[in-house]
């Protein structure tokens, strides 16, 4: 049990703000991924989803450029904006890296240099409705990959929801699209 609340609370210092809790959301602070749907999950990188395609920024500003690769739909950072809570617990030694930061926190040690802008964080491979697809995201901010889904709200909003514990616990966060398209359009 103490093991339990261990990983829900390092689950809980991660980037994403919308805890869900078997289908209820409830506020609170937790982070990224991806949950298993039931229904019929089209192959692996056999869907369209042109709606997604673009780049977009994230809870903390950063901003994640999202398009078609072999797998699905890919993710890379684009450009990076430290979160206070980064900026507060190293304080110079952020700023001393002007820029230049790494995946210093990745579980395998191998990966550990390699710079995090350019980064490919996200890949959704399956639509399972709608609007929603499958897929994985990686999170530099505690160097694990989780499971999870993104939920197209409309053409200039989506979130993103990772999950533990057997996709018990799951949380989302909110994206916006850089350039908004207009109806116009």
């Given at each position: 049990m103490r093991r339990l609340?261990?990983?829900?609370?390092?689950?809980?210092?991660?980037?994403?703000?919308?805890?869900?809790?078997?289908?209820?959301?409830?506020?609170?602070?937790?982070?990224?991924?991806?949950?298993?749907l039931g229904g019929?999950?089209?192959?692996?990188?056999?869907?369209?989803?042109?709606?997604?395609?673009?780049?977009?920024?994230?809870k903390s500003q950063s901003q994640v450029t999202i398009e078609p690769c072999e797998a699905g739909y890919c993710g890379t950072l684009t450009k990076i904006v430290i979160p206070q809570f980064l900026k507060d617990k190293y304080g110079d030694d952020i700023?001393?890296?002007?820029?230049?930061?790494?995946?210093a926190l990745n579980k395998d040690p191998a990966l550990r240099s390699r710079p995090v802008l350019g980064?490919?964080?996200?890949?959704?491979?399956?639509?399972?409705?709608?609007?929603?697809?499958e897929g994985t995201i990686y999170n530099p901010e505690d160097g694990e990959t989780y499971n999870g889904f993104m939920e197209i709200i409309d053409e200039n909003n989506i979130r993103l929801s990772g999950c533990i514990l057997f996709n018990?616990?799951?949380?989302?966060?909110?994206?916006?699209?850089?350039?908004?398209?207009?109806?116009?359009?």
């Open positions: 609340k261990e990983t829900i609370n390092q689950f809980g210092k991660l980037m994403f703000g919308r805890l869900i809790v078997s289908g209820t959301r409830h506020g609170a602070a937790l982070l990224t991924s991806f949950m298993m019929s999950a089209v192959a692996a990188g056999n869907f369209d989803a042109p709606e997604i395609v673009g780049t977009w920024y994230t700023e001393a890296m002007e820029g230049n930061y790494i995946d980064l490919q964080i996200l890949v959704l491979n399956a639509r399972v409705g709608e609007n929603r697809l018990l616990i799951c949380l989302g966060e909110d994206w916006t699209r850089v350039e908004p398209i207009t109806a116009a359009r």
